[in-house]
């Protein structure tokens, strides 16, 4: 069996600390990871986003501007997004619950409390490569499904009103 | 009760498994061991990075301080912020923990005229002090007990900003 190949990811950073960045770059690029983009905001990465479509974003949240969470907002529905379904892995010092869900609302797939460590990145990259959330669109949220995994089946009545599962192309 | 469009659920192709291949049976342990040691390495620099960290707290401080204006608190909201997530990376786990109370003390009383100054002063100082004093160890008793104290302070300044709204 081989391990995943990072260095075919094409991988964006975004924090306004460049020691943060550093640090996660660092660890990337210890995987494998060659490809890697970094912006110390939102407005740089965002640009970025729509120059190099990165396979997967690491997101911290307080940034001078715009915000991570308004960041992960714009790539999920904005019409100029060029890919509404990127992985969006949020590294944050927000660890309250309240922040979680926020994220969560924002369409982030995967929430990563700081300090980070090297299990940290690894397990949330694994998450989004091995267990990729489906997506729900409604009136008023598009993005991963918000109901967490638990691992099993669910066996009871559907909840959703109007479910639809159909697979997309592209 | 009036019906909204439906719901739509969809699975996108994972094109990220596409590119990376592999299985996680097949996860290349010498490449967490070399993010391990690369992490490792970066550690000769945490205490430049720490001293950064550090100086734009004050500054920003120091910034909300002379104008008493509201992006200026935010600016120190997202100093203190930094530090509460690095800082314990950064070998200063103590320094996390103030950061992070001084966190909670701004982000729940908002705007500069509500957050009590003399708490944030001695937030700041405490930073100050554990930096000085390299204080690393997180059961520093006399460094511990400060923190404590000043946790304490933020959740009786915050109950009583709520007993009075």
């Not at chain 1, 992960?72 to 944050?92: C, D, E, G, H, W």
């Not at chain 1, 918000?146 to 997309?168: P, Q």
């Not at chain 2, 592999?22 to 490449?31: C, V």
Request: net charge positive; charged share 25%; aromatic share 6%.
């Amino acid at each position: 069996m081989s391990g995943y190949r990072f260095d075919k990811l094409k991988i964006l950073v975004v924090d306004d600390n460049q020691h943060m960045r550093k640090l996660v770059i660092t660890v990337l690029q210890a995987f494998g990871t060659t490809h890697i983009l970094e912006a110390e905001d939102g407005e740089r990465a965002w640009a970025i986003m729509r120059e190099a479509n990165p396979d997967v974003v690491l997101l911290d949240w307080q940034m001078p501007g715009m915000t991570g969470v308004e960041f992960a907002q714009m790539v999920r529905t904005s019409p100029k997004t060029p890919n509404p379904f990127v992985p969006i892995i949020m590294l944050t010092g927000h660890t309250h619950i309240d922040h979680v869900r926020q994220a969560r609302d924002a369409g982030v797939n995967e929430f990563l409390a700081k300090p980070v460590s090297v299990k940290g990145i690894l397990t949330r990259l694994v998450s989004v490569i091995e267990q990729p959330r489906p997506f729900v669109r409604t009136s008023t949220y598009f993005g991963p499904c918000r109901r967490r995994r638990t691992g099993g089946e669910y066996k009871g009545t559907e909840r959703r009103s109007t479910a639809e599962v159909t697979a997309v192309d592209g | 009760m009036p019906k909204g469009p439906p719901t739509e659920l969809f699975m996108p192709p994972n094109l990220l498994k596409t590119k990376v291949g592999g299985t996680i049976a097949g996860l290349d342990t010498a490449a967490i061991k070399r993010a391990e040691a690369a992490m490792e390495n970066l550690k000769t620099e945490f205490s430049d990075w720490i001293a950064d960290d550090i100086a734009r707290f004050v500054n920003a401080y120091d910034a909300f301080l002379a104008t008493k204006d509201h992006s200026r608190c935010s600016n120190l909201f997202r100093a203190s912020h930094d530090l509460k997530g690095q800082a314990a990376t950064f070998e200063f786990p103590l320094v996390a923990r103030v950061a992070s109370s001084l966190c909670k003390l701004i982000a729940t009383l908002g705007s500069h005229d509500k957050v009590p100054l003399p708490l944030v002063e001695a937030h700041v100082d405490a930073i100050r002090v554990i930096y000085r004093d390299r204080i690393k160890d997180v059961s520093n008793l006399t460094a511990l007990t400060l923190v404590e104290e000043l946790e304490k302070r933020v959740t009786k300044a915050l109950a009583h900003a709520s007993h009075e709204s």
